[in-house]
């Protein structure tokens, strides 16, 4: 239905049109790279869903120091949305920290920022990102697979044998493969 937002009566206010049940445009998300300036708020966001998404606590200087790993959506001028790339070793990237606040939620922002981390990934060629989620269904939306931790070595021996948690995380590693070799393939760090 085509909609006119003009009357005879002049522009009709989109308060009204929100009032009469009229559905409005979704809000625009721009995705862009991670820059220093933005370590404050992806701490943030980072903070404000720990619990919710498990994740693991970051510092802002450490953000900081990483912050061209990040993609970002933005609002404007807000950060609304982050995901880190993070290398495990020189095959092997890890999505960290992906976090989409309340009200930029189901409308694609998620799957856009995993999917420019995919791109980013296969740039700096690594074959393989994976990730460590206590939410494993909807990176497998996204095309990647449960895999057992224990092909993860890179991840073991860079995080997890130091973790307070090892072996009780109650995570599931899940990885998409980056090259057309390794569909079906047996993953690199296994
Ligand atoms: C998970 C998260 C990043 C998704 O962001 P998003 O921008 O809403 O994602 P998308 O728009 O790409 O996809 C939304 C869809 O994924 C679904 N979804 C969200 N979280 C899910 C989960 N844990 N398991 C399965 N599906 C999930 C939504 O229900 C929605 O489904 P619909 O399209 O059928 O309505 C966001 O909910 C979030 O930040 N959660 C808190 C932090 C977190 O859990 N991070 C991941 C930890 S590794």
Request: hydrophobic residues 25%.
């Given at each position: 239905m085509h909609l006119e937002l003009a009357s005879a009566g002049g522009p009709v206010p989109l308060a009204a049109l929100a009032v009469a049940g009229v559905a409005l445009a979704p809000p625009t998300f721009q995705l862009r790279g991670g820059r220093p300036s933005d370590a404050a708020a992806i701490h943030a966001l980072v903070e404000a869903h720990l619990d919710e998404g498990h994740l693991l606590p970051r510092t802002q200087s450490e953000i900081e120091t990483h912050a061209t790993r990040f993609v970002v959506a933005t609002d404007g001028d807000r950060v609304v949305a982050c995901a880190e790339l993070a290398p495990l070793s020189s095959a092997v990237a890890e999505v960290r920290s992906l976090v989409v606040a309340r009200e930029a939620r189901s409308e694609g922002v998620g799957r856009q920022l995993v999917d420019d981390l995919v791109r980013r990934a296969r740039v700096q060629g690594f074959h393989t990102l994976s990730a460590f989620t206590h939410g494993p269904a909807y990176f497998i939306r996204l095309g990647f697979s449960l895999v057992p931790h224990h092909w993860m070595r890179e991840k073991i021996v860079a995080?997890?044998?130091?973790?307070?948690?090892?072996?009780?995380?109650?995570q599931s590693a899940v990885v998409r493969s980056l090259?057309?070799?390794g569909r079906g393939g047996r993953l690199v760090g296994a």
């Open positions: 995080d997890c044998q130091s973790c307070a948690l090892f072996r009780r995380c109650g090259t057309d070799a």
